[in-house]
């Protein structure tokens, strides 16, 4: 019973510490490991050229559905040739 109630706790902690931590990332405030994720964030948008500034929601729309779209396509390619491929 007591390891039980050892786990939950240590659980509980855990949970709190990456739900802050998580909440000030959602919230772009500072974090104490911003010193060591900012440079490997500046790197990647480099490297992809992705531009930093917030899509309008009919953007993200527009982009969430052409991503869907090719998923839908390239599953039903993988599908369709199955018995071809193996």
Known sequence: MLEILITLIIAFILALIFGNY??????????IFDFIFNPIDNLIY???AIDRKNMTWQ???LHLIAFNALVAIFSFV???LQDKLF
Not at 23 to 30: G, L, Q, R, T
């Open 59 to 61: 953007k993200y729309s």
């Open 46 to 48: 480099k490297i992809c």
């Open 78 to 80: 993988i599908f369709y």
């Open 22 to 31: 998580l909440y000030k990332i959602a919230s772009c405030k500072k974090t």
